[in-house]
Each structure stands twice: as C-alpha cells, then as structure tokens.
C-alpha cells in the first residue's frame, strides 16, 4: 500500500477542526478550503461572531491528524481554494460547491478583484455556471465513477451549462450551480471550448477526446 501523502497542503499545516468530531468523526457534515488554501472541517457548526463560543467548537488540530480521523478527505486531493465540501454518509460521497461570500465585504471584493486580474479566460472566474449533479460529487470509495465533462453548453443567454459522462444522451438531469473557474480547476479541458459563442454547443466521444461543435 502506498504511504505517498495525498494531499498538496503540508501534512503538518495547522486546521480548524471541530471538537465534536475528535470523539465521534461520523459526526462530519461539510469542509471548505479557503482561499488561502486553509481547511476548516466540521461537524455542522460554522464560525459565530462570539469568538468564545468559537473556542467551544473549534480547536486547531494539525492536517495529518485531520485526516486520521477523517480519511474522506483524501478524496479531495484536487479541490481549488475557494470551495466547499458537503459530506453525505449515505452515499459515502462529497458535493461540491463553490464558497459563498463571507461577513468581511472589504476582504471579499478584493479577492474578488485578484481573481478577476488573474483571469485568462473568456468570461468571469466568479460568473455562476451549471453543471451535472455527477460533476459535482466525488465518490470516496472504490468503485467511485471517474467524472468528466461530456458537454458544454453556451445557452443563448449567454450562461453556461457543463454535462458529465454520467448523464446518458437525451435524458433529464439535476444541475448544481459553481463560479466558472472552480469548474475550469477542477476540469481543465474545458478550457479549450470556453471561446464558444452563445448558441454553441460542443460534445465529444470519451474523456480526453477532442471536442466537437455540434450546435451553433
């Protein structure tokens, strides 16, 4: 079995980490990743202006041990900054979505206004797109299906719609919403049809194939 850490963070990198989930780790329910590349993992609780009753939730554990406790996090090796993680025990699995903006609008807009400077795409990094519901999880147990982007959609409106291979041809589907550049980091290949025009619809065969105009 291979003993490579599966992370990009340092394995000894301070987390905040829910007390609740040092006694009982079933208890986890969502994590994100915040800009600065930082986890915060809980078991419900989100931060509260009272910074004791912070202290009463919260403590600072360091990475390796986070994921110890909770190992689903090595499914998430390759989520952006930026974004949440919702965990479903059902399903042993992660929804992902990108992180709403916080209590700080000064801190907001100017990382807002970084993203947008270091954008080289068409489009906004932080435009809301749409993307199948299967996009948007990751499986964290053996036989957790591969995920890659299908289709893309340029609606006439101008917004954009990403299909994974899950989806079957000509069926109805569930979408999730997430900012443009979360998709592009986690699906980087679509970066060569986001030059499509509204109207346009690009498709192709299998993952790693090349794209193909077939709409528009």
């Known amino acids: 079995?291979?003993?490579?850490?599966?992370?990009?963070?340092?394995?000894?990198?301070?987390?905040?980490?829910?007390?609740?989930?040092?006694?009982?780790?079933?208890?986890?329910?969502?994590?994100?990743?915040?800009?600065?590349?930082?986890?915060?993992?809980?078991?419900?609780?989100?931060?509260?202006?009272?910074?004791?009753?912070?202290?009463?939730?919260?403590?600072?554990?360091?990475?390796?041990?986070?994921?110890?406790?909770?190992?689903?996090l090595?499914?998430?090796?390759?989520?952006?900054?930026?974004m949440a993680a919702d965990w479903d025990p059902d399903r042993a699995t992660w929804l992902l979505s990108s992180v709403a903006d916080s209590d700080d609008e000064a801190e907001d807009v100017a990382i807002r206004e970084t993203?947008?400077?270091?954008?080289?795409?068409?489009?906004?990094?932080?435009?809301?797109?749409?993307?199948?519901?299967?996009?948007a999880e990751v499986g964290t147990g053996p036989d957790a299906p591969a995920r890659a982007v299908r289709q893309v959609v340029r609606e006439t409106d101008g917004t954009w719609l990403f299909v994974g291979f899950e989806v079957p041809e000509a069926e109805d589907f569930?979408?999730?919403?997430?900012?443009?550049?979360?998709?592009?980091?986690?699906y980087p290949d679509v970066v060569n049809v986001l030059q499509a025009a509204p109207g346009q619809v690009f498709d192709r065969e299998a993952p790693g194939a090349e794209w193909e105009l077939v709409e528009g």
Request: without cysteine.
């Open 174 to 186: 569930e979408v999730e919403g997430m900012e443009l550049e979360h998709v592009v980091r986690l």
């Open 115 to 135: 993203r947008v400077a270091a954008w080289q795409h068409p489009g906004s990094p932080v435009e809301e797109v749409q993307l199948s519901t299967g996009l």
């Open 74 to 82: 090595k499914a998430l090796a390759d989520l952006p900054p930026g």
């Open 1 to 72: 079995m291979s003993t490579e850490w599966p992370l990009r963070q340092d394995p000894e990198s301070p987390v905040i980490f829910a007390h609740a989930l040092i006694e009982d780790p079933d208890q986890l329910a969502f994590v994100v990743l915040d800009d600065d590349d930082d986890w915060f993992i809980s078991d419900g609780a989100e931060f509260d202006e009272d910074m004791d009753v912070n202290r009463e939730q919260f403590g600072a554990l360091r990475l390796r041990e986070a994921v110890e406790r909770i190992p689903q």
